[in-house]
């Protein structure tokens, strides 16, 4: 059963500065999601409203297994609504198949993980433009340069060279 404080069924009251067209970048409508056990269904989410509008700030707290994780996952692409509608940026991510949502993931999400998701046996500022690579997005003379800007921004500019396992997990 989801118990995220700041989330109400129905409530579409969102703060923040809209789109032009007046449409929240994030908007999950009626999102449902339910995990087969062998004692049955677990509802991790129960009806789920939510509108995000561009610029606005967004904590998702709650107590342990209150649904934090699948909500964001709902977001992401990561995980599937069991029923229910996603939409990130006018895109309906709920119904795009693997191929599909890779590509827009690397187009159009960052995703910070809490443990590391990096590969042990390249840079950091390698694994910084393999999605570069994967989805074509920079040409190759500017990915190098792109991504040490990208670490800059977040303070770890020189630790590019490093492999991740020499980085701190803080």
């Known amino acids: 059963?989801?118990?995220?404080?700041?989330?109400?069924?129905?409530?579409?009251?969102?703060?923040?500065?809209?789109?032009?067209?007046g449409k929240a970048i994030i908007e999950m409508r009626d999102v449902q999601k339910l995990y087969k056990t062998a004692v049955g269904d677990y509802p991790a989410l129960r009806?789920?409203?939510l509108n995000i509008n561009a610029g606005e700030f967004v904590s998702v707290i709650g107590k342990s297994g209150s649904g934090k994780t699948t909500l964001i996952n709902m977001?992401?692409?990561?995980?599937?609504?069991?029923?229910?509608?996603?939409?990130?940026?006018?895109?309906?991510?709920?119904?795009?198949?693997?191929s599909q949502m890779a590509r827009w993931r690397g187009k159009n999400l960052g995703i910070v993980f809490q443990f590391f998701q990096l590969l042990p046996m390249?840079?950091?500022?390698?694994?910084?433009?393999l999605p570069?690579?994967?989805?074509?997005?920079?040409?190759?003379?500017?990915?190098?340069k792109r991504s040490l800007h990208l670490l800059d921004l977040v303070g770890l500019?020189?630790?590019?060279?490093?492999?991740p396992s020499a980085l701190s997990g803080g």
């Open 1 to 21: 059963m989801v118990s995220l404080p700041f989330l109400k069924k129905n409530n579409k009251t969102a703060v923040g500065t809209e789109r032009a067209d």
């Open 47 to 49: 009806g789920i409203d």
């Open 75 to 98: 977001i992401t692409g990561i995980d599937r609504p069991t029923s229910g509608e996603v939409f990130v940026n006018n895109t309906a991510v709920h119904t795009l198949n693997e």
């Open 122 to 129: 390249i840079s950091v500022v390698e694994n910084i433009m």
């Open 132 to 144: 570069m690579d994967f989805c074509n997005s920079y040409p190759m003379s500017e990915r190098e």
């Open 157 to 163: 500019a020189d630790h590019a060279y490093k492999l």
